[in-house]
């Protein structure tokens, strides 16, 4: 009698809540919701292409619930300028996970930061710090440094003609060893590619925060099923803990290198942080989370939209030999290139550019909150509401984009599109205040190596496997791999002595 009460009372609660919302806020329409699941059952596991699928029923703005979280997607580039600049800093704050709050102390660091004067403050410390022109400049060999060392290694993979490779591999050791040298001033990585104890630790505790964060999806958005996912405070505690240990561990051999210096500071993000402690006044806590954001931030992306680009060029040979045509011009085949050739190397730039257009690494960028009630599109989205921005369907929408399938870098040589947040057809980065700080950066990287892959190899599908046959979708999650990782076979293009590892001591 008592649990038929309580069901009673519970099913009455969300009736009248539902009453309440609807007559309260006009909410912009979408897919019938559940009781207590709303439409959490019906999402696809790729969400970017149910939610593209959806919005061709419902529009493009739409309404989604995670259980009990009203979630607004849009799918068109006026929406997504509505959202990212005429309202931007009322829909700047973060939805916090339960584990991501965990793991940003309550949002201490930059990503998942409220809008709010931390925000402002630390902000301002990447752009006018970290990100800048100079520091990206004076970090130059690292990348320059990890490009020829992945070249070296599929030289020494490919010996055997006509062998395939996983393409993503080497990928991957790039933006690793590149992130971690950037952030820590550590490569934890060996020439002989034996990792240390500390890299080890490293990749230990990345691997135990995905599984903590893992453990608790399931009842994050029905807030009353959590007693059944109890946050495991201990295991959170300790793995906190743990990082801490590893990061101030790695922040004392760069205190101890400075007085060794006399006070010099090296440009890694690590000294950059300590030596700008008392100006910003930042705490322990923000600058362990700020090197840890740019791990997480940083890593997958870069190694993700060079794999698609990889894929896309193996897919269309044409596009591959114009773009080697160009660096054989500019470049030659006595020497290897460097960041200082993109100027001249227009062409790469669009392969990198239309690869970003077609496969953009985080589909939905990070979701907004919205912080105050704000009409977007006509409609209301009330406070507390989540945003996701459909940036992978924007960049295929037939009323902005000709062709919109087809992988065309020309497209960009007859129109120069910006994609670092000013044209809202193409948002790979984001756009207004929480536009990625790191676009550049990862630009930069990206073009390097596809610039280097390209130069040194010609890259052809395994024996047997067709272009068109490539595997071209996506797996689910916040970022999108290549559902099936890219094999492709390498076969070098130039001379011998050029595909040495150049080694920088930065
Ligand atoms: C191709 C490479 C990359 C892509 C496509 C990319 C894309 C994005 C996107 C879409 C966002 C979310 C923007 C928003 O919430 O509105 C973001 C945020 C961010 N990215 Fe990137 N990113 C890349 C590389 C990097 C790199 C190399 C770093 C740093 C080393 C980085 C650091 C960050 C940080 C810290 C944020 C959070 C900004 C904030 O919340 O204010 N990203 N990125």
Redesign the pocket.
Known sequence: MAVALVAASIVLFLLALKLYRRLRYRLPPGPRPWPVVGNLYDIAPVRFRCFAEWARTYGPIMSVWFGSTLNVVVSNSELAKEV?KDKDQQLAD?HRSRSAAKFSRDGKD??W?DYGPH?VKV?KV?TLELFSPKRLEALRPIREDEVTAMVESIFRDCAEPGKSVVVKSYLAAVAFNN?TR?AFGKRFVNSEGVMDEQGLEFKAIVANGLKLGASLAMAEHIPWLRWMFPLEEEAFAKHGARRDRLTKSIMDEHTAARSRAGGAAQQHFVDALLTLREQYDLSDDTIIGLLW??IT??MD??AI?VEWAMAELVRHPRVQAKAQEELDRVVGSDRVMTESDFPALPYLQCVAKEA?RLH???PL??P?KAAADVKVGGYDVPRGSNLHVN?WAVARDPVVWKDPLEFRPERFLEEDVDMKGHDFRL?????????????Q???N??QSMLGHLLHHFNWTPPEGVKPEDIDMSENPGLVTFMRTPLQAVPTPRLPAHLYKRVAADV
């Not at 980065?429 to 536009?435: D, H, M």
């Open positions: 990212l973060r930059l990503i930061a925000y902000r990447c992130i950037l954001d740019m931030a940083g992306t870069t939209s970003l953009p690494p985080t960028m990070l907004h940036v948002l790979p980065f984001g756009a207004g205040r929480r536009v990625c700080p790191g676009a950066l990862g630009i990287l990206v």
